[in-house]
């Protein structure tokens, strides 16, 4: 599949899902662009990914407490959730794993829980001069932060939610994986099945009964070098060790792509 343009202004392209604003990416840490730049505020997130993607964001320290849409490249493909929730664009995060043996479902925390639900807040620790790192920790433990995949509680999804604005936000990988995913046996085939894995998917999106405010799509089609534009190194452009993992297979891009865009048509439009 030929890949998105390029633009360290605008990583990758809109379109309208039944009067939903849409947008479609390379790479999992460009939808942070389009989060901010529609100025939402303590949305859920509906993370549908075969990764948890929370990982410690490593900033500036002149971003850290003004970050922007712009701040995009900044950010790691695996660690653009905790930036957004420090800046309050979101407060409640759900996360679906559809690779996992029973599409696991897990309620990560909240700023404002309710009813048993973890609290979640952002921690900032300093190891090198002027590059601070975001964590979000959880209120049962001192030292568990999000990057532990088990943190949360399994739930059904009766049992989600869903507070307006509301992002849905999905990555391929959910469906067809290269390789690696979260909470799955070592030995088990990521890449086969995803026309059920999306219709499945489909099935609890639409029994939730709730319009996305925005939705996000990630290809994870990899090779992108976000590296020399965070280390200010034009010498590392062209460096292949500094490009993004591809976690969607690119043969597949297009036919899971098109499957579950024609998924979200039918339950949105």
């Known amino acids: 599949m ?4 390029f633009s360290l202004k605008e990583p990758g392209k809109t379109i309208s899902i039944g009067g939903i604003p849409t947008a479609i990416t390379w790479d999992h840490n460009e939808v942070f662009y389009y989060w901010l730049k529609l100025g939402i505020k ?22 850290i407490d003004n970050l922007l849409a712009e701040h995009w490249p900044m950010l790691t493909i695996d660690a653009f959730i905790c930036p957004a929730f420090h800046a309050g664009v ?4 759900y996360w679906l794993n559809p ?15 309710t009813n048993g639900s973890f609290r979640l807040e952002t921690k900032i620790i300093q190891r ?10 959880d209120d049962e433990t001192v030292d568990r932060f999000c990057q532990d995949y088990n943190q949360g509680r399994i739930i059904l999804p009766s049992q989600i939610k869903i507070k307006h604005p509301f992002i849905l936000d999905v990555d391929l990988d959910a469906f067809c994986c290269l390789m690696y995913a979260e909470n799955v046996q070592e030995d088990q085939d990521l890449i086969s099945d995803y026309d059920k894995k999306i219709f499945d998917t489909g099935a609890l999106l639409r029994n939730l009964g709730k319009r996305p405010d925005l939705i996000t799509i990630t290809r994870s089609a990899g090779g992108r070098n976000y590296y020399a ?3 200010l190194r034009t010498d590392l452009a062209s460096n292949n060790q500094y490009r993004t993992t591809p976690y969607t297979p ?3 891009i297009k036919p899971v792509e098109e499957m579950l865009m024609s998924k979200l048509r039918v339950i949105y439009e």
């Open 128 to 137: 090198e001069p002027n590059n601070p790192q975001i964590l979000m920790w």
């Open 90 to 93: 979101i407060s409640d995060i």
């Open 250 to 252: 690119r043969n597949l």
């Open 42 to 63: 303590n949305a859920t997130l509906l993370h549908i990914d075969a990764h948890l993607d929370h990982g410690i964001a490593k900033l500036p320290g002149e971003y």
């Open 229 to 231: 534009f965070r280390e």
């Open 99 to 113: 690779q996992s043996a029973d599409a696991r479902l897990m309620e990560i925390g909240s700023a404002h829980p």
């Open 2 to 5: 030929k890949p998105l343009e």
